[in-house]
């Protein structure tokens, strides 16, 4: 374990995330955080700085800790303002004569040079020569060698990380080549360690301190999957990761009711910004293809493998295209909008640019076109969504009537699609049973206020799918408790069905109105969302295929109501 620790070190390349693995290490150390990492401000060589018992003697001291990247050289010792000697220089001039707390300069200080690779060869001769030039100042080296040691003792600590829980890590990493790999492994040693029975039996104020130093240690296992699977060329891998882990670490902090603990918090914070890189790895790698005609499926043999391919980016753009347009509302930085409004262009491409974006071959992909027309339409593309909306039934409508086949299906098995379209086995009703897609798509017609498309879809559904029980999941209480941990819908959830267009569109936006109001009033129906971070139900639906939570989509048709107009609103409103 400790050789592919140190392998991981060395590759990192983002210099916060060799700052925050180091920020997580000396909490783990039961040291005091002073100051931590900050942008655009002179820290006078410390990056970070901590106060504790050093384990080396036993003696109180200051830990003042310079964090540089990969494996140093020469260049690296002596360049300029960024070079290591400068930084030991300004820590002994500056840091500690004049920036520490009257209290704590009576403290003995040690200076930790952290490097995540290794010293070269012409270097360790200066770092030597400058140690011993410094008599009065405790020095110490955590180069990938001795951080790797210290990880693996005091993160991957032996009660958290045991053998059996090591072995699952490893394994995860071994596979990462395989690009059909399930993350079991990886699955298994996160419930393991944060649900199991020992957390039951916890005094109430040994939870927080268990809770830290567990939960330090998941950005160092997800890190090393983000970095080998890079190596491996498969970018998809550290996204479904990282969502996974997202969502069973929110369960874990819900369920122990750690949501107001800062340093936890905080942890979570960081798997999300995690979460966050692995999305814009993952959209750099796919966006050349998405301008191209069928740039995304050029590798497909079948229109099946084509459309579960297209679906995924399309839902996956889509959760990415959140993740930015909310943390643009959290944060100051100018540039999320930018990237807000990439995403969307390029969701825009893979839809206009694949014809089979048209043309779901399950129903149940009715998830991620949810996910799409909610993230377009914050973006203010009501008439895209039209425009898609309408070409996506026109194909539904050819392929149901003249092929008899090429239509979104009710079951989810694409051994039974096979049958069906392949075979010959199965009838077009059978295979037609029930439709979250229709209703999805005549809601909208309420919300696009589309007087176009919602007469054909009427006419539709009543002379070709009258057999067909159109249906709208809406979620129940307590559906928190499983959302974040699996397929949530049968368990908690209230369906709509049968659904019956009205004639009228005018009828239909009057009867979702009241559904929305009785919602909010009714004990049956969980409508508060506000109370978890953005985006992690959307991420859940799109991980675990709970559908999407109607009430996201839903408040744009409140807006169009409380504005008193039928025109859709503006992304700012």
């Known amino acids: 374990m400790r050789l592919l620790l140190q392998e991981y070190l060395a590759v990192l390349k983002e210099e916060k995330e060799l700052e925050s693995l180091v920020s997580n290490l000396v909490t783990s150390m039961s040291l005091d955080v002073e100051t931590s990492p900050q942008k655009g401000v002179r820290q006078h060589g410390v990056d970070l700085h901590a106060v504790g018992t050093d384990p080396e003697d036993h003696t109180k001291k200051n830990f003042l800790i310079t964090i540089?990247?990969?494996?140093?050289?020469?260049?690296?010792?002596?360049?300029?303002?960024?070079?290591?000697?400068?930084?030991?220089?300004?820590?002994?001039?500056?840091?500690?004569?004049?920036?520490?707390?009257?209290?704590?300069?009576?403290?003995?200080?040690?200076?930790?040079?952290?490097?995540?690779?290794?010293?070269?060869?012409?270097?360790?001769?200066?770092?030597?020569?400058?140690?011993?030039n410094n008599p009065t100042i405790q020095f110490e080296l955590w180069n990938g060698s001795r951080l790797s040691s210290l990880i693996?003792?005091?993160?991957?600590?032996?009660?958290?990380?045991?053998?059996?829980?090591?072995?699952?890590?490893?394994?995860?990493?071994?596979?990462?080549?395989?690009?059909?790999?399930?993350?079991?492994?990886?699955?298994?040693?996160?419930?393991?360690?944060?649900?199991?029975?020992?957390?039951?039996?916890?005094?109430?104020?040994?939870?927080?301190?268990?809770?830290?130093?567990?939960?330090?240690?998941?950005?160092?296992?997800?890190?090393?999957?983000?970095?080998?699977?890079?190596?491996?060329?498969?970018?998809?891998?550290?996204?479904?990761?990282?969502?996974?882990?997202?969502?069973?670490?929110?369960?874990?902090?819900?369920?122990?009711?750690?949501?107001?603990?800062?340093?936890?918090?905080?942890?979570?914070?960081?798997?999300?910004?995690?979460?966050?890189?692995?999305?814009?790895?993952?959209?750099?790698?796919?966006?050349?293809?998405?301008?191209?005609?069928?740039?995304?499926?050029s590798q497909c043999n079948n229109s099946i493998l084509a459309s579960k391919i297209v679906f995924e980016q399309i839902g996956v753009l889509s959760t990415l295209g959140l993740l930015e347009l909310f943390r643009g509302m959290l944060t100051s930085e100018n540039t999320t909008q930018q990237d807000t409004e990439r995403i969307a262009t390029t969701l825009k491409n893979v839809i206009n640019n694949n014809g089979i974006s048209g043309s779901?071959?399950?129903?149940?992909?009715?998830?991620?076109?949810?996910?799409?027309?909610?993230?377009?339409?914050?973006?203010?593309?009501?008439?895209?969504?039209?425009?898609?909306?309408?070409?996506?039934?026109?194909?539904?409508?050819?392929?149901?009537?003249?092929?008899?086949?090429?239509?979104?299906?009710s079951s989810n098995s694409i051994e039974v699609l096979i049958e069906f379209e392949k075979q010959g086995i199965h009838t077009k009703e059978d295979m037609s049973s029930t439709s979250s897609l229709l209703a999805l798509i005549g809601y909208w017609c309420v919300i696009l206020d589309d007087n176009e498309l919602y007469p054909q879809l009427v006419d539709f559904v009543e002379t070709s799918l009258s057999h067909c029980t159109i249906q709208m999941w809406f979620p129940a209480k307590g559906i928190k408790e499983s959302l974040y941990k699996?397929?949530?819908?049968?368990?908690f959830g209230n369906t709509e069905a049968p659904i019956h267009f009205p004639k009228s569109i005018d009828e239909?936006?009057?009867?979702?109105?009241?559904?929305?109001?009785?919602?909010?009033?009714?004990?049956?129906?969980?409508?508060?969302?506000?109370?978890?971070?953005?985006?992690?139900?959307?991420?859940?639906?799109?991980?675990?295929?709970?559908?999407?939570?109607?009430?996201?989509?839903?408040?744009?048709?409140?807006?169009?109501?409380?504005?008193?107009?039928?025109?859709?609103?503006?992304?700012?409103?």
């Open 68 to 132: 540089k990247q990969g494996h140093i050289n020469r260049t690296g010792w002596n360049e300029g303002n960024q070079g290591v000697r400068s930084s030991l220089d300004e820590i002994i001039d500056v840091y500690i004569p004049t920036k520490l707390h009257p209290s704590l300069k009576e403290l003995p200080s040690k200076i930790i040079w952290c490097c995540g690779g290794e010293l070269k060869a012409e270097v360790t001769e200066n770092w030597n020569g400058y140690c011993s």
């Open 152 to 297: 693996e003792k005091y993160l991957l600590d032996e009660n958290i990380f045991d053998e059996k829980v090591k072995t699952k890590m490893r394994r995860t990493l071994v596979v990462l080549s395989d690009y059909g790999y399930d993350f079991s492994h990886y699955k298994e040693m996160l419930n393991d360690i944060l649900f199991n029975d020992v957390w039951n039996s916890l005094a109430e104020n040994k939870i927080v301190k268990e809770a830290v130093k567990t939960l330090s240690t998941i950005p160092v296992c997800l890190g090393m999957i983000q970095k080998y699977s890079e190596e491996a060329k498969n970018l998809k891998h550290p996204l479904i990761a990282s969502e996974f882990t997202l969502l069973r670490v929110w369960d874990f902090i819900q369920k122990n009711k750690l949501e107001g603990n800062r340093t936890i918090v905080g942890i979570f914070w960081d798997l999300y910004e995690m979460y966050r890189i692995s999305g814009i790895h993952y959209f750099n790698k796919i966006y050349p293809h998405t301008k191209i005609e069928h740039g995304i499926t």
């Open 360 to 409: 779901p071959c399950f129903d149940e992909m009715t998830i991620d076109i949810a996910l799409a027309a909610y993230f377009l339409a914050t973006q203010g593309d009501f008439v895209f969504i039209k425009e898609w909306f309408l070409d996506i039934m026109q194909r539904f409508f050819h392929s149901y009537n003249i092929m008899g086949k090429g239509f979104p299906v």
């Open 486 to 491: 699996k397929y949530a819908a049968n368990e």
């Open 508 to 573: 239909l936006r009057h009867r979702l109105l009241k559904l929305i109001d009785f919602s909010k009033q009714s004990e049956d129906f969980e409508t508060r969302w506000d109370d978890v971070p953005p985006l992690l139900p959307l991420i859940a639906s799109r991980h675990f295929r709970t559908p999407v939570i109607p009430f996201f989509w839903l408040c744009f048709l409140t807006i169009i109501e409380k504005t008193k107009s039928k025109v859709p609103p503006t992304a700012s409103q």
